[in-house]
């Protein structure tokens, strides 16, 4: 599920109550959808919820926004791949030593499109990983990892640079028939909830500004 809209931007205040409201609403006619659901323990994994507003659609275990200048696609990402990307290639994994510690942070692999004659703006610092009930959370970003790599301080430099590659961190300009791909991390709650909603809130196309909103549910890693 998900909203669209190309309102001039509200406060921030405003932005993350109509953003609360917003995600309880979908939360509620997920649950019609999908009945009630244990709670979840220990590392997440997620897979999406059908959406059915305008312009959204599930596409190969993504969703996916495609509007008629632009595309934006949420797939939920497995913390095991994640850090089997890194042994494989042969890199220091920014989150971990073992899939234990990659485990506790939630994946998306995000990609945008721009198939406009205008510039795309996307700000990742002002997404956020909803929950009912809770404040929202913020992405992972490479200062961040000096707090979760306390325990191993060998190899910041050689993390900070694998997460600059792999991640959305800084805002990334996408220009006219341009597209790019990155992970949006963040720490897994300390409560799994049953669902949550991914909003990217700072996406612009020239003055134009788009919210948008992808749900996914949660079940148990293992």
């Not at 998306?108 to 795309?120: A, G, K």
């Not at 300009?173 to 799994?192: A, K, N």
Request: glycine share 6%; aromatic share 10%; hydrophobic share 40%.
């Amino acid at each position: 599920m998900g909203n669209w809209s190309i309102e001039p931007r509200a406060s921030a205040p405003v932005k993350r109550a109509r953003s609360i409201f917003l995600t309880t609403a979908l939360a509620a006619t997920v649950a019609l959808l999908v009945g009630c659901a244990t709670a979840v323990k220990g590392p997440l994994l997620l897979h999406p919820v059908p959406p059915t507003l305008e312009k959204y659609s599930l596409t190969q275990g993504a969703l996916v926004f495609s509007g008629p200048d632009f595309s934006v696609s949420a797939r939920p990402w497995d913390y095991r791949l994640v850090a089997e990307e890194f042994r494989a290639a042969g890199e220091t994994c920014p989150f971990g030593t073992d899939d234990t510690q990659v485990g506790r942070f939630v994946f998306f692999r995000v990609r945008l499109e721009n198939r406009s004659t205008r510039t795309l703006v996307f700000n990742p610092m002002r997404a956020s990983l909803l929950i009912e009930g809770e404040p929202p959370l913020i992405p992972l970003e490479n200062s961040d990892l000096f707090a979760f790599t306390s325990e191993d301080s060998t190899g910041v430099e050689e993390r900070g640079r694998a997460f600059r590659r792999t991640c959305f961190d800084l805002p990334v300009t996408i220009r006219p028939g341009q597209s790019v791909e990155r992970y949006l991390v963040f720490t897994s709650p300390e409560d799994p909830p049953q669902r949550v909603a991914v909003e990217l809130g700072d996406l612009w196309l020239d003055s134009k500004s788009f919210t948008l909103h992808f749900v996914f549910e949660t079940f148990p890693g293992k």
